[in-house]
């Protein structure tokens, strides 16, 4: 699982050993405890914390705005998951390009350079996928 964390919004990933993207969602900071269970429950398709044990097998976590906070969060609610920081530097735009890489624009808009365009959403999902890749490729 990647964690994107934020002031107002904080994004999750679940990513697999490969770096294939399972499940992007964009969380409120302020309710970011009790959603991350529903998210994980509910994208793991498990109902417990044995069953989630079972499939998830680390949290990766950028290392920029609220990271403490969250961090404390994660070690409350995910007790025994160790949390990996990672570098957090340009993952924003690593997403953007992420982003568009597997939803190219269509139709007029592909005419138009990608870095006029803006994306409909934000892109923290994206960027807790580019946190989980940076760790696989440190091959940790």
Known sequence: MGIDPGRDKTG???VDGNGTILA???LRTRSFSDNLLKFLFQNLQV????GL???MRAVVMGDGTG???HRKWIEKALPGYTVHIVDEKFSTEEARDLYWELYPPKGWRRLIPLGLQTPPGPLDGYAAVVQVRRYLQQGK
């Open 24 to 26: 992007v969602q964009v």
């Open 47 to 50: 109902n417990n914390a044995w």
């Open 53 to 55: 044990r079972k499939k």
């Open 12 to 14: 999750v990933a679940l």
């Open 67 to 69: 990271s403490g906070e």
